[in-house]
Structures are given as structure tokens and as C-alpha cells.
């Protein structure tokens, strides 16, 4: 009986590791769409600076 309790332990660490790897990997994707949108909304609030500018008698 003591081999089952070992590849229960064996199984929860396995599905620990598998859990914490793609943990990682969804921060590192959440990490890169933050960059992204944060040069979009430069680019944005440039673009409308830009036009701000642009526009006459304002």
C-alpha cells in the first residue's frame, strides 16, 4: 500500500510543477500585452496631442 501513497505524492508534485510552469508562462504573456498597450496608448496620446495642435484658432 505504501507504493500508492508514493505516486499519489509523485502525481501532486508532477501536477504542482506543470501548474507553476504555466503560471510563469501566463505572467510572462501578461507581462508582454501590458507593454503593448502601454505603447499603444502613448501612441495614442501623442497622435492626439498631435491633432490638438493641428487644429486652428485653439
Do not use: F, Q, Y
Not at 500500500?1 to 501532486?12: C, D, F, I, P, R
Not at 510552469?21 to 502601454?38: F, Q
Not at 501612441?43 to 490638438?52: F, M, N, S
Request: charged share 15%; no cysteine.
Amino acid at each position: 500500500m505504501s507504493w500508492m501513497l508514493v505516486a499519489a505524492v509523485l502525481l501532486a508534485t508532477a501536477g504542482l510543477l506543470v501548474l507553476g510552469v504555466l503560471a510563469i508562462r501566463l505572467w510572462l504573456d501578461v507581462r508582454a500585452l501590458a507593454k503593448g498597450v502601454d505603447a499603444a496608448a502613448r501612441a495614442l496620446a501623442e497622435a492626439g496631442g498631435e491633432l490638438a495642435a493641428a487644429v486652428p484658432g485653439r
